[in-house]
Nanobody
Framework: QVQLVESGGGLVQAGGSLRLSCAAS????????MGWFRQAPGKVREVVAT????????YYAASVKGRFTISRDNAKNTVYLQMNSLEPEDTAVYYC???????????????WGQGTQVTVSS
C-alpha cells in the first residue's frame, strides 16, 4: 500500500510559477511509475505528466509541454511538478498517482493522493 500526499498548491497570478510535491509513504516510490493528473470543475480528469521508474522517460500533455517539468527523487520518495508560465486554464485540482504500468491513462494508476488546488488568476 502506498500513501501519497500532495503539497505546494495555491493561488498565483498568470505567468507565475508553482512547484508541487508528492510525498509517498508505505512503500518506496522507485517501484512505481508516477503521474500528475488534474481535474477542473465540470471537466474530466486529465493527464498532465508522467515519469518512468528511472526518471528518464517522461510524457507531457500538449497543453503543458515546455512549461511544466516532472521529476522524481527516489531517495526522498518524492515526485515533483514544476509549473512555470502558468495560465488561468491551468486552474484545477492536481493529483499525483502511482502505478505499476507506464501509462497516460488514469485507470492504470493504483494509488492516488487527495489532491491540491491550483488557482491561476488573470
Amino acid at each position: 500500500q502506498v500513501q501519497l500526499v500532495e503539497s505546494g498548491g495555491g493561488l498565483v497570478q498568470a505567468g507565475g510559477s508553482l512547484r508541487l510535491s508528492c510525498a509517498a509513504s508505505g512503500r518506496t516510490l522507485s517501484s512505481y511509475v508516477m503521474g500528475w493528473f488534474r481535474q477542473a470543475p465540470g471537466k474530466v480528469r486529465e493527464v498532465v505528466a508522467t515519469i518512468a521508474w528511472n526518471g528518464r522517460n517522461t510524457y507531457y500533455a500538449a497543453s503543458v509541454k515546455g512549461r511544466f517539468t516532472i521529476s522524481r527523487d527516489n531517495a526522498k520518495n518524492t515526485v515533483y511538478l514544476q509549473m512555470n508560465s502558468l495560465e488561468p486554464e491551468d486552474t484545477a485540482v492536481y493529483y499525483c498517482a502511482a502505478g505499476s504500468r507506464y501509462s497516460i491513462i488514469s485507470t492504470a494508476y493504483d494509488y492516488w493522493g487527495q489532491g491540491t488546488q491550483v488557482t491561476v488568476s488573470s
